[in-house]
């Protein structure tokens, strides 16, 4: 088991765009699915639903009709955020708690906000009353990006 202190956890998650196609044990989704259940909401109405897409078949169509981006075809899982319409903002909470999880686990994740909505809407036969607003492939990374540059603290923190 993997088990990261919180700060090197945020330092080591990176956008990963080169998987492995090993599966992804159950043990290691179920933790990211809790992450998903544990994420804070307004109200606590947790507006949201999320789609595990594991049949490689159907991740191919999702990539093939509505991403159009190739590091896609190999992650063996793609997970759909939905969302009630306007609560994308709980929603990307709870996503950023699972690829927290996810990197804490060993596997390698990267958001997805550029793809054709109608094409997933359809290949998963998602409610036309559901935004679809991320998709975020999972899987071990055939690869070790580099840390990027980041602002210094000082340019995006003022306490007053």
Same mark, same amino acid.
């Given at each position: 088991?993997?088990?990261?202190?919180?700060?090197?956890?945020?330092?080591?998650?990176?956008?990963?765009?080169?998987?492995?196609?090993?599966?992804?044990?159950?043990?290691?989704?179920?933790?990211?699915?809790?992450?998903?259940?544990?994420?804070?909401?307004?109200?606590?109405?947790?507006?949201?639903?999320? =789609?595990?897409?594991?049949? @490689?078949?159907? +991740?191919?169509?999702?990539?093939?009709? #509505?991403?159009?981006?190739?590091? /896609?075809?190999?992650?063996?899982?793609? =997970?759909?955020?939905?969302? @009630?319409?306007? +609560?994308?903002?709980?929603?990307?909470? #709870?996503?950023?708690?699972?690829? /927290?999880?996810?990197?804490?686990?060993?596997?390698?994740?990267?958001?997805?906000?550029?793809?054709?909505?109608?094409?997933?809407?359809?290949?998963?036969?998602?409610?036309?009353?559901?935004?679809?607003?991320?998709?975020?492939?999972?899987?071990?990374?055939?690869?070790?990006?580099?840390?990027?540059?980041?602002?210094?603290?000082?340019?995006?923190?003022?306490?007053?």
């Amino acid at each position: 088991m993997i088990v990261m202190d919180f700060m090197e956890v945020i330092c080591k998650r990176r956008a990963i765009r080169k998987y492995k196609r090993d599966p992804i044990p159950e043990e290691k989704l179920e933790k990211l699915y809790k992450a998903l259940s544990l994420a804070p909401s307004g109200n606590n109405r947790q507006p949201y639903k999320f =789609m595990f897409v594991k049949d @490689e078949q159907t +991740r191919h169509e999702i990539v093939r009709r #509505a991403c159009h981006q190739d590091f /896609l075809y190999d992650a063996p899982v793609i =997970m759909v955020a939905c969302c @009630e319409a306007g +609560r994308a903002f709980d929603t990307a909470i #709870a996503v950023d708690h699972m690829v /927290l999880a996810a990197t804490n686990e060993g596997l390698g994740t990267c958001w997805v906000g550029w793809f054709e909505r109608d094409a997933v809407r359809e290949i998963l036969e998602i409610d036309s009353d559901l935004e679809i607003p991320i998709l975020v492939p999972i899987g071990y990374a055939d690869e070790n990006p580099e840390k990027k540059p980041r602002k210094s603290i000082r340019e995006l923190v003022k306490v007053i």
